[in-house]
């Protein structure tokens, strides 16, 4: 991961610069044409996140979003203002120590870049790279989560895991497309390059919960009712505003938060919506399933 901070003053030097609004089409903001090479994953052999003197307890939290046509605005959102809010949330909050974030865009499987990620990064790289993303813009089959949960599970070097045991968050965002189940690892095969025989959705999840606690935020719909059972929330389109408060009340409970002092942290006018999505996870603390 690189060094440095995160602060207000970057964003907006960067919006500005971008000329960012989220009044803005996704082409305008997305405005690659193909994959950067730097974000294909077929390029790429580990991506780290190490602690320095700078980080000394780094927590890396990973940031997935749909990237098919349906979900154009939810890119803009995020582009625009919910990436910013979040970090800037999670300092004022103090939700994890030495946060990284890597952003990572997933697709239909029969796109042609249906998985990109980014550098674990702590300062304001994160929006730059995010901003990097190529946004294909179609495609509303079978989505491909499962290959970034590959990656994250076999291509990440984590300080947080291999030296404090303490396992990283991962969240990914989307509408209620299906998760491809059919042809997993011929999947990962032609988007990471990894030969995983014999993998099914359920196989891969494990392995990467062995590294991160794996949250899905669905926006509208009701697919994949069979996989993610209990870190699944469902929330509405007109909640998206309120995904930095979702997020970061997830990390607080997964960490042992008491729900009325996560909720108690929030604008009363966010709290009914927060509450909602948190109250459909079940937690899981020493082994056993708590639900909320």
């Given at each position: 991961?690189?060094?440095?901070?995160?602060?207000?003053?970057?964003?907006s030097?960067?919006?500005?610069?971008?000329?960012?609004?989220?009044?803005?089409?996704?082409?305008?903001?997305?405005?690659?044409?193909?994959?950067?090479?730097?974000?294909?994953?077929?390029?790429?052999?580990?991506?780290?996140?190490?602690?320095?003197?700078?980080?000394?307890?780094?927590?890396?939290?990973?940031?997935?979003?749909?990237?098919?046509?349906?979900?154009?605005y939810?890119?803009?959102?995020?582009?625009?203002?919910?990436?910013?809010?979040?970090?800037?949330?999670?300092?004022s909050?103090?939700?994890?120590?030495?946060?990284?974030?890597?952003?990572?865009?997933?697709?239909?499987?029969?796109?042609?870049?249906?998985?990109?990620?980014?550098?674990?990064?702590?300062?304001?790289?994160i929006?730059?790279?995010?901003?990097?993303?190529?946004?294909?813009?179609?495609?509303?089959?079978?989505?491909?989560?499962?290959?970034?949960?590959?990656?994250?599970?076999?291509?990440?070097?984590i300080?947080?895991?291999?030296?404090?045991?303490?396992?990283?968050?991962?969240?990914t965002?989307?509408?209620?497309?299906?998760?491809?189940k059919?042809?997993?690892?011929?999947?990962?095969?032609?988007?990471?390059?990894?030969?995983?025989?014999?993998?099914?959705?359920?196989?891969?999840?494990?392995?990467?919960?062995?590294?991160?606690?794996?949250?899905h935020?669905?926006?509208?719909?009701?697919?994949?009712?069979?996989?993610?059972?209990?870190?699944?929330?469902?929330?509405?389109?007109?909640?998206?505003?309120?995904?930095?408060?979702?997020?970061?009340?997830?990390?607080?409970?997964q960490?042992?938060?008491?729900?009325?002092?996560?909720?108690?942290?929030?604008?009363?006018?966010?709290v009914?919506?927060?509450?909602?999505?948190?109250?459909?996870?079940?937690?899981?603390?020493?082994?056993?399933?708590?639900?909320?």
């Open positions: 991961m690189g060094f440095g901070s995160y602060s207000a003053s970057d964003w030097k960067l919006k500005s610069s971008r000329n960012l609004s989220n009044t803005q089409s996704v082409e305008e903001i997305f405005k690659r044409t193909a994959c950067n090479p730097k974000f294909d994953p077929q390029f790429i052999g580990t991506r780290e996140c190490f602690d320095s003197k700078e980080h000394p307890n780094t927590t890396p939290i990973v940031v997935g979003l749909d990237v098919t046509a349906s979900m154009g939810l890119a803009v959102e995020v582009a625009t203002k919910a990436l910013n809010e979040f970090i800037m949330k999670l300092y909050t103090g939700a994890v120590e030495d946060p990284a974030l890597m952003c990572a865009a997933y697709g239909d499987y029969e796109d042609i870049s249906p998985l990109q990620v980014t550098q674990f990064e702590s300062d304001i790289r929006a730059e790279q995010l901003l990097e993303l190529y946004f294909e813009n179609h495609g509303n089959g079978e989505v491909v989560p499962t290959c970034l949960w590959e990656f994250l599970s076999r291509h990440t070097n300080d947080a895991v291999n030296k404090r045991l303490k396992k990283g968050f991962l969240f965002i989307g509408d209620g497309a299906n998760i491809r059919d042809s997993v690892a011929e999947t990962i095969k032609r988007v990471v390059g990894d030969d995983v025989p014999g993998a099914t959705r359920e196989s891969i999840l494990d392995e990467v919960c062995q590294k991160f606690h794996v949250f935020i669905m926006i509208g719909g009701e697919g994949n009712k069979d996989i993610l059972v209990g870190k699944k929330m469902l929330i509405s389109p007109s909640d998206i505003e309120n995904i930095p408060e979702i997020i970061i009340s997830a990390i607080q409970l960490l042992g938060k008491p729900l009325n002092d996560v909720l108690a942290q929030w604008d009363p006018l966010s009914s919506i927060v509450s909602s999505a948190v109250r459909q996870l079940s937690i899981a603390d020493n082994g056993q399933s708590i639900t909320l």
